[in-house]
């Protein structure tokens, strides 16, 4: 799932969807939009308000409407005196990201174009499967990772995502989903465009308000943060007591391909990206997972899967197998459907779980480095 960016042209409006109808609160052109009440997040909302002669406990009011009731607007927040109602109108506006194009997939995965303040896009994928409503969302617009088999890679970075705008496509996607009755989202991984932890605080604040108990209320352990390998921010990560599951990209069995492959490999070699997985800790029964792309002559060899298997060793770990998406001008190609079987046998022979994830949305290019969404006029 890797999203790609979009640049919206100009001249489709305002790029940003303000909510906030109080009367007070001028409506037109982000240069005239007052502060945005998501932007201090979980922990700053409280001090925020507090230095406006409000009560702190307004704070843990004010997100319950945004985030649970998908209040779009103060005078909706009905526990909160009238008074206090204009005067937080007057004083702030309540920014969302516009989902302007939805896509569906005849698997039902759903894909999710969003327009950001600055005419910038991102998306996100929407994946139903029996038990489980998994989104998968975007750290950044573009990516500074230039990994070789990721379309997000060749088209360079554009910008860090703020932590509200990551957590506000969760927030859009369920109250599209709240709409329709439908199934809630259950799960959420951060594997659409972007390396999460090249926007470590951004993506902290972000998660702080997707777990907050006035937030979104999502446990971590139904979080996935898959990163290309920064392995001091790993470390940061474990040492934060954020406790997501971790996801690495691994993609090679040793520095000479990966080198190749992926060029974080040269600044954070696999023996420093394996100690720092080593450090992670991990709440009991839960694992590390390892995604490993099969490229076709370049990682998939028998070689190699013995590589990996003792590469891995002595780390609690489940390895998820894709088949490389291929892009137009993609420099790789899909392994076949026996070298895959091998591959997967050989991994399952040493006791490791090793499924083969077949990406879902292929028909809508929502999988795993296809994304490339522009809106044309
Ligand atoms: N930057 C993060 C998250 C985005 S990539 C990371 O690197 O993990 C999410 C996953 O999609 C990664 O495991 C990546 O290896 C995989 N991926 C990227 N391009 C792909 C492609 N063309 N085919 C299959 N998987 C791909």
């Not at 920064?230 to 997501?244: M, T």
Request: net charge positive; glycine share 8%.
């Amino acid at each position: 799932m890797r999203a790609l960016q979009t640049h919206i042209r100009s001249g489709q409006g305002s790029g940003l969807h303000l909510e906030n109808k109080d009367a007070n609160v001028p409506r037109m052109g982000p240069a005239s939009i007052l502060p945005n009440i998501k932007s201090p997040g979980a922990e700053g909302l409280a001090p925020l308000l507090m230095e406006h002669g409000f009560p702190r406990y307004r704070a843990g009011q004010i997100l319950q409407w945004i985030y649970q009731h998908h209040a779009a607007r103060f005078d909706e927040m009905t526990n909160i005196a009238k008074p206090d109602r204009a005067r937080l109108a007057s004083l702030f506006s309540i920014l969302s990201l516009d989902p302007i194009r939805v896509e569906r997939s005849t698997d039902g995965t759903r894909k999710f174009l969003f327009r950001l303040e600055d005419d910038h896009a991102v998306e996100s994928v929407l994946i139903p499967d029996e038990e489980r409503m998994t989104l998968c969302i975007s750290s950044q617009v573009g990516c500074r990772q230039a990994c070789r088999f990721c379309l997000t890679g060749s088209s360079g970075f554009l910008r860090d995502l703020h932590g509200w705008e990551i957590a506000d496509q969760v927030l859009q996607i369920a109250r599209v989903l709240r709409k329709e009755g439908d199934r809630t989202i259950t799960n959420i991984v951060l594997m659409g465009m972007g390396e999460p932890l090249d926007n470590y605080d951004e993506v902290i604040a972000a998660l702080k308000i997707i777990t907050a108990a006035d937030g979104l209320g999502l446990s971590p352990r139904r979080i996935t943060l898959s990163t290309a390998g920064l392995a001091p921010q790993i470390v940061q990560l474990g040492a934060s007591g954020n406790r997501v599951n971790l996801a690495i990209s691994l993609n090679a069995p040793n520095d000479a391909v990966r080198d190749r492959i992926m060029p974080v490999n040269r600044r954070h070699p696999l023996k420093e990206l394996l100690a720092a997985c080593k450090k992670y800790p991990l709440d009991p029964r839960r694992r590390i997972t390892f995604e490993y792309v099969l490229l076709k002559g370049v990682n998939d060899s028998e070689d190699d899967a013995v590589a990996v298997a003792r590469l891995l060793k002595g780390i609690r770990c489940k390895i998820n197998l894709i088949p490389f998406n291929p892009f137009p001008g993609a420099p790789f190609e899909r392994p076949d459907d026996s070298t895959v079987r091998r591959f997967q046998n050989i991994l399952l022979d040493r006791h490791y779980t090793a499924p083969v994830r077949e990406s879902r949305g292929r028909d809508i290019s929502a999988a795993c480095g296809q994304l490339r969404e522009r809106i044309s006029g």
